[in-house]
């Protein structure tokens, strides 16, 4: 029987609270990614929504906020050279994977911890530099 998902909707992260002004400084300003409003119902309770084209991703606020080491969001960038370099001038976590062949990729945090993964996009590259 064929499954009936269809497409991937968002993927939600934890954040401590009034972790939003640090979670827009990288998400927004070191990843590239863009706020959106959340919606009225769901606006009260903080975090932050972000886009980028048919990618979204919601951050939700946790009191007992735990970094989520080993689950992640993997997202597929254009120009991964350039990102980890904004990522590295920013301080940011940066750990080249080399495990899957003709696959360029690797690991950052953001702010709080959380693991993200970050994957060149495109037909398979080099080896990392």
């Excluded at 070191?30 to 048919?54: I, Q, T």
């Excluded at 301080?91 to 994977?97: I, L, Q």
């Excluded at 993200?116 to 080099?126: C, D, K, T, V």
């Amino acid at each position: 029987m064929p499954s009936p998902i269809v497409a991937l909707d968002h993927v939600q992260l934890a954040i401590p609270p009034q972790g939003e002004e640090n979670a827009d400084a990288f998400y927004c300003g070191v990843l590239g990614l863009v706020a959106v409003p959340k919606p009225e119902p769901l606006a009260a309770r903080g975090g932050r929504w972000y886009r980028s084209g048919a990618v979204q991703l919601h951050l939700g606020l946790d009191p007992d906020f735990k970094a989520a080491k080993k689950a992640h969001p993997a997202l597929v960038v254009d120009d991964l050279d350039d990102l980890v370099d904004r990522l590295q001038a920013h301080g940011a976590y940066w750990r080249w994977d080399e495990e899957l062949a003709g696959v360029r990729r690797g690991y950052t945090e953001d702010p709080f911890g959380n693991r993200i993964e970050l994957i060149a996009g495109g037909a398979p590259a080099a080896a990392p530099r």
